[in-house]
């Protein structure tokens, strides 16, 4: 066949474009890369679909330039193999197809795995003058491969372990080659030999043989039926003929291992022999059996018996006895069959000997070689208080002081297992003697334990009940009468507990206003909980604002309301208190957001002191309306206050329009929400400014001016000696040190003096000195400035403000700020707790009830788990991502067993996101969640779909939450018609939560409502961003 150039075949591929247009759907279909390489001219084509070109970073054959692209994009490590065996099979003139694999790096560095095929064109001497390959990229068939051997080493391991387990067991594992058609099997020793199983590798025939010839045909066609079909678990129950002619039944369940074609490669499972209790079950039948038959024998014999009455009394005395002992196989059986885990028992006193079932060595964790008859022996598997209660309750039987007996011991298994067990006995006698002992074992281990869960769960409910800071009470439905209240209530209504249990809640006359006692009762019958402000009356007859959160709690079958009562009467104080300080206060009083100098609020002397309205300032950033008439003297008070939490100064300011005026300015951090505030008061101090610039001025004034003021002015030369002083000044150093005052003399007190002399020289060295100081009770701002005549300095000046009434309104203005702040967010969190807490408390109480250890364990488990994350985050404001969306997990978990699986949950993280790096605002996202349970997917027909995605978008976190629910503008009508005049305390927590939040992190939501079709609403969705 004559060898084209590689030129025309470039040109008979590209140049016709219908064949150009099927090459390239034969890539796109194959997914191959095919290349053609002109081996004299050294130039090569390479073929593949867009794709594979992108994929491989195979780049247009550009003339001039060297075709390197093969050899660089292998691997390094791989590079000299792929080239040495590539130019040995073109050398070797008796090749013409070769293959190999290597690595090479394609688009954005990836490698990928490549089974490089090509066949050489040769001409009459062998030598290779074109070259066609195809690759075919292996990368996932290697890395299924590697997965098969991790998994096979892992079975390994678990088949070692296993190996050890089945030592002590009467269990087997088999594992299946289905390409050898072999099996193997892995127990300990004495099952290898007791079944007369191989732990080699031996033919799938003799595992086929061993089944028994009945049950043969249905088991393996069913095991083959399951090799055949897609499924993957494998469980079948049939008997087996064991080496020396007994019969074994046997529990088989397994697992098939397929490769990615869905074919079956291996088998995995294991044997369990549960012969015992076929047995049991077939001894149970005999007996009852056995039993109708002498019913039978004992009819039969009736007209016999009638014949004589000697007779009759000798049938009847072995009648008895037989009836006796039927009766005591008879409740034996009828125990068997109701209670699972029963060991039975029998005991001659005469002979000391004694009888166990099967079940009682399991119950007891010993094998069939234990020495029963050895009664220290048996004494040592229980605990020592056990073991004493045992012998008593014997003797006591065996010296007829009891008929029988009933009583729970604890037993200890030689592996060290702790167990709970019921024992029962019962004496039969014979001729006025005990013949023997015939009794019963109960395994109860499961029951105590949630008996003693139980006792736990109560015990823990009853300490928080009584040691709540806040009054809790128990009230029943039915006739509202109070049956539990804790010793809150004496310290908050003036009632002791003796006098309110037993009462009814009616006759208190608690509510004052009654208006809000009916939308209390009548929100609680709609929805079973209530959170509300309400007034109430103390017995005294004085009046307190309480919160009352409440829920439904059912207690021995009746139904119950549970309240937590909190008083909040200091709450409503200290804001009233605070919005009037703040409102009457004779100086500009702003409070600024530390985190981004936001004005939240400013008094009444906004304007006067500005000239700015509300409406110009609340909301804005403080750059937006600067007052500063010097920004660096800003920027230092904004540094020095960032570090000490508090800064006075003197400055000039302007109001709107530019027009100047002087000003103390002073700033203390709050905390407000949680969140620190910086709480501003601005004084005008432009009069004294001006007496303080005239009196530098101007020597002469001096005297006019400081007598004519409140500030206390006086000036002293280098030797600090008085030069001026004005009549406020000489009272106050007569009142408060009883020292007259002389010009010419050192006008300063001995104990003052150090700090005084410190100041006067700073001021002489040219330094504007202002300091703020306590003295004998008074708050002083002391201003000293340099007098300077003809360029020298000739002493100090100094004006002292008494600011005592203006620091003491500060401070209780900040407590006020604080006490507020911190009401407000124990209120917040005191709501949302109550109904969730109580309502999975009732859950796991139901379940425990109900018996079902299962549903109780892992209701517990979640319900723990999701308290644990809530305490160990309750004094932070941040938690990781993977916390966060664990939390949310439990959290959802315990609404779908709490509603029943009304709705199905989905969580899916779209794209690479480090959970354990990205932190959070705690609890951001379940407010939402808990809006689309209660308020969408609750009222929703038919089951729910409740999904929450979470993305990186611009930098930014993003939440998703879905749900198919009825929709918001549905959920608020079904609101408005079932509570008219009630507004949502939880809507409210959540819009005051994200304002608390929102004050430290950059968030941002919105809310969409989610139409069919057709327009008609089909759920919500909420999406919430937040800045990393």
């Known amino acids: 066949m004559p060898i084209p150039e590689v030129e025309k075949f470039d040109e008979l591929i590209f140049n016709s474009p219908n064949t150009q247009e099927i090459f390239n759907s034969i890539f796109e279909i194959t997914s191959e890369v095919v290349w053609i390489l002109d081996v004299k001219k050294d130039r090569s084509v390479w073929l593949a679909s867009d794709e594979n070109k992108v994929k491989y970073a195979i780049r247009p054959r550009i003339e001039g330039v060297p075709d390197d692209h093969w050899v660089v994009g292998i691997h390094p490590e791989d590079r000299d193999s792929a080239s040495q065996g590539y130019e040995k099979a073109k050398a070797n003139p008796a090749i013409t197809f070769f293959e190999h694999e290597y690595r090479f790096r394609g688009a954005s560095n990836q490698y990928f795995y490549i089974k490089d095929k090509m066949k050489f064109w040769r001409n009459a001497s062998g030598e290779a003058e074109m070259v066609v390959g195809v690759w075919c990229d292996i990368t996932d068939r290697l890395f299924r491969e590697e997965q098969l051997d991790q998994m096979l080493t892992s079975m390994e391991d678990d088949r070692r372990r296993f190996r050890i387990i089945s030592e002590v067991s009467n269990a087997a594992m088999w594992e299946v080659d289905f390409l050898s058609g072999k099996i193997r099997w892995t127990a300990g020793k004495a099952a290898l030999n007791d079944l007369g199983l191989s732990s080699e590798f ?57 490769d990615a074609e869905g074919k079956a490669l291996r088998a995995l499972g294991g044997w369990i022999d549960i012969t015992g209790e076929r047995c049991r079950e077939l001894e149970l039948k005999e007996l009852l059996e056995r039993q109708d038959k002498m019913i039978e024998e004992l009819s039969a014999h009736e007209e016999e ?111 060290g297992y702790r167990k709970w067990v019921r024992i029962t006995a019962y004496t039969v006698f014979e001729k006025n003697r005990i013949a023997r002992m015939v009794g019963l074992v109960f395994d109860i281990t499961m029951s105590k334990e949630s008996e003693e869960r139980l006792k736990a769960s109560e015990e823990k409910f009853s300490k928080a009940f009584r040691n709540n800071p806040d009054l809790m009470n128990i009230v029943r439905e039915e006739d509202r009468m109070i049956m539990d209240v804790n010793e809150r209530a004496y310290a908050m209504l003036g009632y002791t507990r003796e006098e309110l249990i037993g009462t009814s809640a009616a006759d208190l006359n608690l509510y004052v206003y009654e208006e809000e006692r009916n939308a209390f009762f009548k929100e609680y019958e709609l929805s079973g909980q209530v959170d509300m402000e309400s007034t109430w009356r ?89 007052l500063w008439a010097d920004e660096t003297e800003r920027n230092k008070f904004l540094e020095h206050y960032a570090v000490t939490g508090y800064m006075t100064d003197e400055a000039r ?149 008494d600011v005592t009434e203006r620091v003491e309104k500060e401070k209780a203005l900040a407590e006020a700020l604080n006490k507020i702040g911190e009401l407000k967010l124990m209120a917040l969190r005191s709501v949302m707790n109550p109904h969730f807490i109580f309502n999975a408390l009732n859950s796991i109480q139901y379940f425990i009830a109900q018996n079902d250890r299962k549903n109780a364990i892992n209701y517990l488990s979640t319900f723990s788990k999701l308290v644990r994350g809530i305490l160990t985050h309750s004094l932070s404001n941040k938690i990781k991502l993977s916390e966060e969306l664990e939390q949310l997990r439990n959290y959802v978990s315990l609404e779908q067993m709490r509603f029943e699986d009304k709705f199905s949950f989905d969580v899916k993280i779209v794209g690479q996101l480090d959970l354990d790096a990205i932190e959070i605002p705690s609890l951001l996202v379940q407010p939402y969640v808990e809006n689309a349970i209660l308020h969408g997917l609750y009222n929703k027909e038919g089951k729910g779909l409740l999904k929450i995605c979470v993305m990186e978008e611009n930098g930014s976190i993003v939440f998703e939450i879905e749900d198919n629910g009825i929709g918001r503008a549905a959920a608020m009508d079904l609101r408005n018609h079932n509570f008219p005049k009630h507004k949502s305390m939880g809507t409210a927590l959540t ?38």
């Open 538 to 626: 103390r017995k005294d007859g004085g009046h307190i604002q309480v919160l009352v959160s409440s829920s439904r709690l059912e207690l021995e079958g009746q139904k119950c309301i549970l309240s937590v009562v909190r008083d909040i009467s200091d709450r409503r104080i200290a804001e009233e208190r605070f919005e009037k300080a703040f409102d009457l206060s004779p100086d500009l009083m702003l409070i600024f957001r530390e985190q981004d100098g936001v004005l939240v609020e400013a008094n009444s002397k906004l304007t006067e002191f500005s000239g700015y309205s509300r409406e110009e300032t609340i909301g804005k950033s403080s750059d937006e309306f600067m």
């Open 305 to 415: 018996l009638a014949s004589s009455e000697e007779e009759l009394r000798q049938i009847n005395e072995q009648l008895g006895l037989n009836l006796q002992i039927l009766t005591e196989r008879d409740f034996i059986i009828s125990q068997s069959q109701k209670v699972a885990k029963i060991g039975s028992w029998e005991f001659e006193p005469d002979t000391l000997r004694t009888e166990w079932s099967d079940e009682l060595y399991n119950i007891l964790g010993v094998n069939k070689n234990f020495d029963r008859q050895n009664f220290q022996e048996v004494l040592s598997l229980f605990e020592e208080n056990s073991g004493i209660h045992i012998v008593e309750k014997f003797r006591g039987v065996l010296d007829r002081k009891y008929p029988n007996l009933d009583f729970v011991a604890q037993v200890r298994t030689p592996i």
């Open 653 to 801: 300011f302007y109001k709107k329009g530019k027009i100047p005026f002087f000003a103390t300015v002073s700033g203390q951090r709050i905390l407000l929400h949680e969140e620190n505030h910086m709480l501003i008061v601005v004084r005008d101090i432009t009069d004294k400014k001006q007496a303080e610039e005239k009196l530098i001025e101007s020597e002469a004034n001096l005297n006019a001016t400081i007598n004519n003021t409140t500030l206390m002015v006086w000036s002293v030369d280098r030797e600090f000696r008085l030069i001026k002083f004005n009549e406020p000044f000489r009272k106050y150093m007569q009142q408060e040190y009883g020292l007259d005052l002389l010009v010419g003399a050192i006008g300063d007190v001995s104990e003052l003096r150090p700090s005084w002399i410190e100041r006067y020289t700073r001021a002489l060295a040219g330094e504007t000195v202002k300091i703020s100081e306590q003295s004998r009770g008074f708050y002083f701002d002391f201003s000293l400035n340099p007098i300077i005549d003809n360029g020298k300095i000739m002493g100090v000046s100094v004006f002292a403000e």
């Open 202 to 258: 031996r033919p799938l025939e003799e595992w086929e043989k061993a089944i028994h010839p009945e049950d043969r045909s249905r088991a393996l066609n069913y095991f083959y039926n399951v090799v055949l079909s897609d499924e993957n678990k494998y469980k079948d129950e049939y008997r087996i003929i064991k080496p020396d002619g007994t019969v074994a039944h046997m529990v088989d369940q397994g697992y098939i291992v397929r």
């Open 991 to 1028: 819009e005051e939560r994200l304002k608390l939040i929102n004050a430290q992190d950059k968030i941002a939501f919105e809310i969409l409502d989610l139409y069919d079709d057709h327009k008609r609403p089909q759920g919500t969705k909420v999406r919430i961003w937040v800045k990393e």
